[in-house]
């Protein structure tokens, strides 16, 4: 989540986009970028659910090819947070220290199962 | 059925690079058979699905059961423990490749609303055994080549770990295309980052 988060941040910033990173963990909180909120569900429903109300929201709001597109990121982190988790792949220190204020603001050290690599 | 669909013909090559991850499923891998892939397929759903217990007593079940349904909850200790019980760290990496393109391609098609595709046919052969011998003791859990990173988490499996980035490129975005602020795909960067970043909270990834 930390990698995605600063490439969120770092994209909104080349690209001038608004964006809230606290909606990322925090509901009540509008992440700004176009189509966010129906983004957010969209990943929400497909993970949990399963229903296509938000499938049909986001269709809605960007178009059909943006719900595929969502569909695709989606899969491609169900598969790369696997892969990270699985292989104990380390946060560095540099990009904790980077980093330090999101992992405070956003809660992220309650993800952090690699207490034990090395 | 195949993964060349209507449904996902919005992107140019999209269905045809899913099908061929999903099909290479059931090809002999590096030290995995054909049938025993497809085996691994089948437990990562049925653990996604939750239709029955994992076999505590079958090491590639419980392993692709936890990779599958639960894996911030892996530490290093439970993998070393696999490998104590028979699965090496050569067939772990391959396992936890196949696994999480599995896991890809469902949550696609989920996604999506579309019905999951079979499992794929057995192609007969023997595995290659072709493990990248430069692979080694990293800060990492598992041997890699080159150091920890996630573009060389399956390094020590070169098949599998290409398989990986051919999958990685064709839903999301090339290793090279991740410096571009503007990849100009459906959706903007800041859009995607947005939809990568909440997986990963669901997941409880802290990567």
Partial sequence: MLAHTGLLSWSAQQT?????????????????????????????????SGDQVASRALDATLG???????????????????V????????????RRRNAELIEALGLDR???????? | ??????????????????????????????????????????????????TSPGQEDDVMARAAWKVAASPASIRRHWVDALARDGLDPGRY????????????????LEALGLEIEPLPQPVAGDPSEDVDQRAGKVKAWVPMVGGASITQALSMV??????LEALHGALYLSFEEM?????????????????????SAYNECFY
């Avoid at chain 2, 070169?158 to 398989?163: H, S």
């Fill in chain 1, 16 to 48: 001038d986009t608004p964006v809230d990173v606290r909606a990322l963990t925090d509901p009540d909180v509008d992440p700004l970028v176009p189509g966010g909120r129906e983004l957010l569900s969209f990943v929400d429903a497909t993970l949990t």
């Fill in chain 1, 64 to 82: 059909a090819p943006a719900v595929v597109m969502a569909a695709t990121v989606i899969g491609n982190f169900q598969m790369m947070n696997r």
């Fill in chain 1, 84 to 95: 990270a988790d699985a292989t104990g792949m380390p946060v560095g220190t540099g990009s």
């Fill in chain 1, 111 to 118: 993800y952090d199962h690699l207490e034990d690599t090395g």
């Fill in chain 2, 1 to 50: 059925m195949s993964l060349d669909r209507p449904e996902l013909a919005v992107r140019t090559g999209l269905g045809r690079a899913m099908e061929d991850s999903w099909q290479s499923l059931g090809s002999p891998g590096t030290r995995w058979t054909g049938s025993e892939r497809i085996r691994i397929v089948a437990e990562a759903r049925a653990a996604r699905l939750a």
């Fill in chain 2, 93 to 108: 990496v391959e396992l936890v490749g196949i696994v999480s393109r599995a896991v890809a391609i469902d949550t696609v």
């Fill in chain 2, 158 to 163: 070169p098949a599998e770990n290409a398989k």
């Fill in chain 2, 179 to 199: 410096a571009d602020p503007k990849p100009g795909k459906e959706l903007t960067r800041p859009q995607m980052e947005l939809v990568a970043a909440r997986t």
